[in-house]
């Protein structure tokens, strides 16, 4: 079974490069956000491949003038993992680490794009994710972070938006997670009985930030790290001792993050009274009921939607995952920095630290 991928020297079993061990959900992922600095325009994009399903899929969002406009696709891949093009969505690796380009070819949607990032500083390594439920490995992978600058432009219903300004954050995961149809036998437990997961990457004009904790019901970290990256490659990791955090009372959405990263300190507060600074990660595929990661939707077929930013949506599946743009205040040996980014945020069942409580029951 060779593929285009057999003439890179990237293999790391004695397997063609089609193979990717023997888990039915492994998968290889990419994801894109970017944003003006008034909000005015966010947009969002993903594509995934899961070898063993033989699935390729993708989505572009872009949340304008209160809705957002939703583009996703999805292919049979026949094997060929380095053909990054599902319908009119393609990335294309310019520079590897560097540079990436994101193409939207016309399409039945109002949107189209043709857009670069070009990345701020190193990619940060998350730590590794292994997460099981009993017995049964739920989640083992890998993801690199990096911040970066936007060029290019997007069309939305005819209209031409330069993007050169935009600000954003790309990551790359692969591994193991669920992915695909439901299992005919998931664990006893259920496949998702708790899941708390922040996720802020952060730009300012001189500085990067990043901060993420995956924690138990309990509220204890099971994984989580804190980096402040002042460019030119000066890292500097910190692990605060707590999370400082607060919720809009009524529902699970965070109203504001405190942080102490040993030198200083970092204060996050979402845009979150605004519905139109709000991202429904539902957009891109997560937690979707029909446009799930890795489902079979045929040899190609491609859909796009529009919803409305509503301000009190609904809590369930495809509202409780959202990416929130954000204010940022990082403080460093005195001296103040003011800088943007997201909170990216999924929170079902309890966190005892927060005081949530319930698969959904809302914050007081």
Request: glycine fraction near 10%; aromatic fraction near 8%; charge should be negative.
């Amino acid at each position: 079974m060779l593929t285009k991928g057999d003439d890179y020297p990237l293999h790391q079993t004695p397997e063609p490069m089609a193979v990717s061990g023997g888990n039915r959900n492994f998968y290889d992922r990419y994801f894109f956000n970017g944003y003006s600095a008034d909000g005015s325009i966010f947009f969002a994009a993903a594509l995934g491949v899961y070898p063993q399903l033989d699935i390729m899929d993708a989505a572009f969002c872009v949340s304008i003038d209160g809705t957002q406009h939703n583009l996703r696709a999805s292919k049979r891949m026949t094997s060929e993992r380095l053909d990054l093009n599902v319908g009119p969505i393609t990335i294309e690796i310019v520079e590897p680490l560097q540079q990436l380009r994101l193409i939207i070819s016309e399409n039945d949607s109002a949107v189209s794009a043709d857009i670069t990032l070009t990345t701020r500083h190193n990619p940060i390594e998350e730590p590794r994710f292994i997460r099981r439920e009993g017995p049964r490995l739920m989640m083992d992978y890998t993801r690199l972070t990096q911040n970066g600058d936007w060029s290019g432009s997007i069309t939305v219903d005819g209209q031409g938006i330069d993007v050169a300004g935009c600000r954003g954050t790309r990551d790359r995961s692969w591994g193991i997670r669920p992915v695909g149809a439901s299992e005919s036998q998931p664990p006893p437990a259920g496949g998702f009985p708790q899941f708390w997961w922040l996720w802020t990457p952060l730009n300012f004009d001189n500085h990067c930030c990043f901060f993420h904790s995956n924690d138990d019901g309990d509220g204890i970290p099971w994984n989580r790290r804190g980096v402040v990256d002042a460019m030119g490659g000066n890292a500097t990791e910190f692990e605060p001792v707590n999370i400082d955090l607060s919720y809009h009372s009524g529902t699970r959405r965070i109203a504001q993050v405190n942080l102490d990263i040993g030198n200083g300190s970092l204060s996050i507060t979402p845009r979150s009274g605004d519905a139109k600074r709000t991202f429904y990660m539902s957009g891109l595929g997560y937690m979707h009921p029909q446009w799930g990661h890795g489902m079979d939707h045929g040899g190609l077929e491609v859909t796009h939607d529009v919803i409305t930013l509503n301000p009190e949506p609904p809590m369930d599946m495809t509202t409780i995952h959202i990416q929130a743009l954000s204010d940022a205040l990082l403080t460093v040996n005195g001296t103040e920095y003011q800088g943007i980014g997201v909170v990216e945020q999924l929170f079902v069942g309890p966190h005892e630290t927060s005081g949530l409580t319930g698969a959904m029951d809302a914050a007081r």
